[in-house]
């Protein structure tokens, strides 16, 4: 395997052959970064702890897309109050160089399995079913493929209403690696009659209850060998909660009207677009309940936090939804319109969005604004606001009112805007294109701005 290394601190050459012996000990080939061509994993060193060391990890991780281990060359430098920010600004892992071949070691180790996941994040299997590349998107991804493969720990997925929750619990199924693996079983708590809860999850015998002819396997008895999903657990009121705490750390459960205690091997998945922590905080789900389902738990961002994967997904929606299954482009102005729209049911209502679009369109050229229904037209007035809304106008009257002049709050205006376009393009070189300056340019602009914030902080910024 291959990184780059980068030294934010003083180099000194018996540490730097130490770390370069270690490395290469380990199967590990190094190479000096090229900050122009940010690509592939690699490690940053650091000796002590400035808030310019984050922006450079946000730069060097391309907004969180790539693999950056930090290390401490001493420590004596890694404090919680600089890992904390570190992992935040990006860093897939944040330790101290002690044991030069054990630090090696775990270098070698988080790679090779960071290469592994990231191998089935990109596979076709993954992409075509949870199609996405934004930052938000790819971390979660990389969690979803982390439980399934390498945990037979139970997954709890969160998010709002048209995430993609059922998505993610196929594809927890799908990634399973038991051998003689069997079936995905789902089951909606949502529409669960309260009297027949029971025979639901577990079955009955029979004559256990009027209408009970015959006996019947439940939920956990069909789903032995292979995946349970209880969509919507957070619909469960406490007295169906109460019932599931044996079966579900245990395994083991009775028919209604059945005496024989059995048992069954499942992996469980659950997932609802309740706040679970809260509904237990409020006394509305049982605590002994929420930490045997949570083993890991994944929460799915909504679209408006992912808009970059608006383009993606819309093409692939075309190419599902079309009648001839010809593929599709989307003219400039409909695109433009796409993302800047609201998807108050996620990814679910882009899809519907997308279909309708579909539906009226006529030809084999691109879709255009004439294919947008008359009920989805944005009115003039929106079509021609302008960008600076009142929440931009908020945020100048708020720093005009602490006293802040003319030069900081351009400063900080243009610092977003790097900020937010590097995240989104994933390499300087995208980014500078799209802020409408040359690569050199912005790399300056940004090492001026570390600058600035190591002088702030009355200390030298060795990067």
Aim: charged letters at 25%; one cysteine or more.
């Amino acid at each position: 395997m291959r990184l780059w290394l980068h030294f934010a601190c003083e180099r000194v050459d018996t540490l730097f052959k130490q770390i370069l012996g270690a490395l290469s000990a380990a199967a590990i080939e190094t190479e000096e970064l090229d900050r122009s061509r940010l690509k592939g994993p690699g490690i940053l060193f650091f000796d002590h702890f400035q808030s310019s060391l984050c922006e450079l990890v946000q730069e060097l991780t391309s907004g969180g897309r790539e693999r950056v281990i930090v290390i401490a060359v001493a420590a004596t430098a890694l404090r919680p109050e600089a890992a904390w920010p570190l992992l935040g600004a990006g860093a897939s892992d944040v330790f101290a160089w002690r044991d030069a071949s054990e630090s090696a070691q775990i270098v070698a180790a988080r790679l090779e399995r960071w290469a592994e996941i990231d191998e089935i994040v990109d596979s076709p299997a993954v992409q075509q079913a949870l199609a996405g590349n934004s930052p938000a998107w790819l971390s979660v991804l990389r969690q979803i493929v982390e439980a399934a493969c390498f945990s037979q720990s139970p997954v709890l997925v969160t998010g709002e209403s048209g995430t993609g929750k059922e998505l993610v619990a196929r594809m927890v199924h799908i990634l399973d690696r038991r051998p003689h693996k069997r079936e995905l079983v789902v089951l909606d708590c949502s529409t669960l009659v309260s009297s027949l809860s029971g025979s639901e999850f577990f079955g009955h015998e029979r004559g256990a209850f009027t209408g009970a002819v015959n006996a019947r396997d439940g939920a956990f008895a069909l789903a032995d060998g292979g995946t349970l999903f209880l969509d919507e657990i957070g619909e469960l009121p406490l007295e169906l909660q109460a019932q599931l705490l044996r079966a579900v750390q245990e395994h083991s459960y009775r028919r209604v009207g059945g005496n024989v205690w059995k048992h069954a091997e499942f992996r469980l998945v659950c997932a609802t677009n309740r706040d679970l922590q809260a509904e237990v905080a409020s006394g509305r789900f049982r605590a002994d309940l929420y930490y045997r389902i949570a083993g890991v738990s994944c929460h799915l961002p909504p679209l408006r936090e992912r808009m970059t994967d608006v383009p993606l997904l819309a093409e692939r929606f075309i190419s599902e939804i079309s009648p001839d299954g010809q593929v599709r482009s989307f003219d400039p102005p409909v695109l433009s319109w796409l993302l800047q729209r609201e998807y108050k049911n996620n990814v679910r209502e882009l899809r519907m969005v997308v279909s309708r679009m579909l539906h009226r369109h006529a030809g084999s050229g691109p879709i255009s604004v004439g294919d947008i229904p008359l009920s989805e037209r944005p009115v003039m007035a929106a079509v021609t606001k302008d960008w600076r809304d009142a929440g931009f106008v908020g945020a100048i009257s708020r720093a005009l009112a602490a006293g802040t002049g003319l030069k900081e709050i351009g400063r900080a205006a243009e610092d977003v805007a790097e900020q937010i376009a590097i995240e989104q393009e994933g390499s300087i070189a995208t980014a500078a294109l799209r802020l409408g300056v040359t690569v050199r340019a912005l790399q300056m602009r940004r090492a001026a701005r570390r600058a600035r914030g190591a002088h702030s902080n009355g200390v030298t910024d060795t990067v």
